[in-house]
């Protein structure tokens, strides 16, 4: 009985240590523009932060209104997509991320002012 006892804690030990689940993160800031419908040099019109629903795979966070946002992820290679009412479309980015790693990445989105 001992020894089936200690051949199943080694197995339970053996499960929970070194899993290949080590988490990672995918961090950064979801950008528009153009902002301003006639460029004028001397004047900027910087890209702005906005707020958007940030995905990768099967996880998925909400930039606020500083377009940030950070998604903890297994490790592996994904297509980051973010979805805005303030943005006709957003331009995915292909990311790989290691274990115990954290990426960052900016996603541009148009605005659709021309």
């Not at 053996?14 to 419908?37: F, K, M, N, R, Y």
């Not at 906005?50 to 297994?74: K, Q, T």
């Given at each position: 009985?001992?020894?089936?006892l200690?051949?199943?804690?080694?197995?339970?030990?053996?499960?929970?240590?070194?899993s290949?689940?080590?988490?990672?993160?995918?961090?950064g800031?979801?950008l528009a523009?153009?902002q301003?419908p006639?460029m004028?040099?001397?004047?900027?019109?910087?890209?702005?932060p906005?707020?958007?629903?940030?995905s990768a795979?099967?996880?998925?966070?909400?930039?606020?209104?500083?377009?940030?946002f950070?998604?903890e992820?297994?490790?592996?290679?994904?297509?980051?997509?973010?979805?805005?009412?303030r943005?006709?479309?957003?331009?995915?980015?292909?990311v790989?991320?290691?274990?115990?790693a954290t990426?960052?990445?900016t996603?541009?989105?148009?605005?659709?002012?021309r």
């Amino acid at each position: 009985m001992r020894a089936i006892l200690a051949v199943l804690a080694i197995i339970a030990a053996a499960s929970c240590g070194g899993s290949t689940d080590a988490s990672a993160v995918i961090e950064g800031v979801v950008l528009a523009g153009p902002q301003c419908p006639v460029m004028q040099q001397g004047q900027p019109c910087p890209d702005e932060p906005i707020p958007a629903e940030v995905s990768a795979g099967r996880y998925s966070a909400r930039a606020g209104a500083d377009g940030g946002f950070s998604l903890e992820v297994a490790p592996g290679t994904y297509e980051v997509t973010a979805t805005s009412e303030r943005a006709m479309s957003c331009d995915p980015q292909r990311v790989t991320v290691a274990p115990q790693a954290t990426t960052t990445i900016t996603i541009s989105c148009d605005t659709g002012i021309r």
